[in-house]
C-alpha cells in the first residue's frame, strides 16, 4: 500500500497562497541601475569628452593669458585673481560637462521610455518612486566624481601653465574653494535636472533639446541692467556656475544687478531637487 503525499508548497507560501516575490532592497535597485548605466559604451566616451573639453579649455585660456602677460599692465599682473580663477574653470568648457551630464541624466529616464524597458522595470520593481531615486544617487555619485577630476584637473592645467609668468593662485586664496566646490557640483546638479525633464518629456531628441534651451539659451534672454531681469537670469544653474566661480565683487552701480552668492547656491540646491522631485512624481502617477 503506497502512501499518499501531499503536493509541496511553492517556496514562500504564506497561509496556504503562493509567495510575493521578495521586494528588491534600494541598494539592490542603485546596483541595476548602475550596470544600466556602465553597460552603454557612449557613456564612457561622454564621460572623457566630458572631461576633456573642459581641461582643453583650461589649457586655452591659460596659454592666451600666458601668451598676452607682456602686454599687461601693473594693476593687471598685481592681480593675477582677475583671470587665474576663470582659466581655471572657463565656463566656454563647462558648458560642455553641463550638457554632456545633463543629457546622460535625460536618457536615463527618456531611453527607458523610448526603448519599452520602463514596462519591465515597473513589472519588477512596482514601487516606480524607488526606481527614479535609484537613477537619481547613481547619475548624482558618477557625476560627483567626474565634477571633481574634472574641476582639479583644469585646475592644475590652468596653474601650470600660469606658473611660467608667476601668475598663479593658490587653492587657499579667498573664494577659490568656492570655485572650485561649484566648478565640480555643477555636473552632478545638470544631471540631476536633466533626469527630471527626461521623466517629463519621455523622449531623448526632444529632452536634450529642451535641456539645452534651459541650460543656456534661456538664460540669455533676460539681461542684468534690469531688476526683474536680472533676478530671472540669476534663477538658472548657468548663471550660478558664472558667479560662484568669481573671486571678485562686481562694483556696484545704477542698472547693474549681479547674482549673490547665497542665490547661487540655492540654484545649486534646489534645482536637482525640484526635477528629483518632480520625476518621483510624474512617474508614480502616469500610466507606463
Same mark, same amino acid.
Given at each position: 500500500?503506497?502512501?499518499?503525499?501531499?503536493?509541496?508548497?511553492?517556496?514562500?507560501?504564506?497561509?496556504?497562497?503562493?509567495?510575493?516575490?521578495?521586494?528588491?532592497?534600494?541598494?539592490?535597485?542603485?546596483?541595476?541601475?548602475?550596470?544600466?548605466?556602465?553597460?552603454?559604451?557612449?557613456?564612457?566616451?561622454?564621460?572623457v569628452v566630458a572631461m576633456l573639453v573642459p581641461w582643453g579649455a583650461a589649457a586655452a585660456a591659460a596659454m592666451a593669458d600666458y601668451d598676452n602677460w607682456p602686454g599687461y599692465g601693473p594693476d593687471e599682473r598685481a592681480a593675477p585673481?582677475?583671470?587665474?580663477?576663470?582659466?581655471?574653470?572657463?565656463?566656454?568648457?563647462?558648458?560642455?560637462?553641463?550638457?554632456?551630464?545633463?543629457?546622460?541624466?535625460?536618457?536615463?529616464?527618456?531611453?527607458?521610455?523610448?526603448?519599452?524597458?520602463?514596462?519591465?522595470?515597473?513589472?519588477?520593481?512596482?514601487?516606480?518612486?524607488?526606481?527614479?531615486?535609484?537613477? =537619481?544617487? *547613481?547619475? $548624482?555619485?558618477?557625476?560627483?566624481? /567626474?565634477?571633481?577630476?574634472?574641476? &582639479? #584637473?583644469?585646475? @592644475?592645467?590652468?596653474?601650470?601653465?600660469?606658473?611660467?609668468?608667476?601668475?598663479?593662485?593658490?587653492?587657499?586664496?579667498?573664494?577659490?574653494?568656492? =570655485?572650485? *566646490?561649484? $566648478?565640480?557640483?555643477?555636473?552632478? /546638479?545638470?544631471?540631476?535636472?536633466? &533626469? #527630471?525633464?527626461? @521623466?517629463?518629456?519621455?523622449?531623448?531628441?526632444?529632452?536634450?533639446?529642451?535641456?539645452?534651451?534651459?541650460?543656456?539659451?534661456?538664460?540669455?534672454?533676460?539681461?542684468?541692467?534690469?531688476?526683474?531681469?536680472?533676478? /530671472?537670469?540669476?534663477?538658472?544653474?548657468?548663471?550660478?556656475?558664472?558667479?560662484?566661480?568669481?573671486?571678485?565683487?562686481?562694483?556696484?552701480?545704477?542698472?547693474?544687478?549681479?547674482?549673490?552668492?547665497?542665490?547661487?547656491?540655492?540654484?545649486?540646491?534646489?534645482?536637482?531637487?525640484?526635477?528629483?522631485?518632480?520625476?518621483?512624481?510624474?512617474?508614480?502617477?502616469?500610466?507606463?
Open positions: 500500500m503506497s502512501a499518499v503525499t501531499s503536493p509541496s508548497r511553492p517556496a514562500g507560501a504564506v497561509n496556504g497562497t503562493a509567495g510575493s516575490a521578495v521586494r528588491p532592497r534600494f541598494l539592490d535597485l542603485v546596483g541595476a541601475e548602475w550596470i544600466k548605466f556602465r553597460s552603454l559604451r557612449s557613456t564612457w566616451w561622454t564621460l585673481h582677475l583671470f587665474a580663477v576663470h582659466d581655471s574653470w572657463p565656463l566656454e568648457g563647462y558648458v560642455v560637462i553641463m550638457l554632456a551630464a545633463g543629457a546622460l541624466g535625460a536618457l536615463a529616464m527618456a531611453g527607458e521610455y523610448g526603448s519599452g524597458l520602463i514596462r519591465t522595470t515597473t513589472v519588477a520593481v512596482p514601487a516606480r518612486g524607488s526606481v527614479v531615486l535609484a537613477k =537619481a544617487v *547613481v547619475q $548624482a555619485t558618477v557625476w560627483t566624481v /567626474v565634477g571633481w577630476v574634472c574641476a &582639479l #584637473g583644469s585646475y @592644475a592645467i590652468a596653474q601650470g601653465i600660469l606658473s611660467g609668468r608667476h601668475a598663479t593662485i593658490s587653492l587657499g586664496y579667498s573664494g577659490v574653494p568656492r =570655485a572650485l *566646490v561649484a $566648478a565640480a557640483m555643477v555636473a552632478p /546638479v545638470c544631471a540631476l535636472v536633466g &533626469l #527630471g525633464i527626461g @521623466a517629463l518629456v519621455r523622449h531623448a531628441g526632444g529632452t536634450i533639446g529642451i535641456l539645452a534651451f534651459v541650460v543656456l539659451l534661456l538664460p540669455q534672454f533676460f539681461s542684468q541692467t534690469k531688476q526683474w531681469s536680472a533676478e /530671472v537670469r540669476h534663477l538658472f544653474p548657468v548663471s550660478a556656475f558664472g558667479r560662484l566661480t568669481e573671486v571678485w565683487t562686481a562694483p556696484k552701480q545704477p542698472g547693474f544687478y549681479p547674482a549673490t552668492v547665497t542665490g547661487s547656491w540655492l540654484d545649486y540646491l534646489l534645482w536637482p531637487l525640484v526635477a528629483v522631485a518632480l520625476a518621483v512624481w510624474i512617474v508614480r502617477r502616469r500610466d507606463v
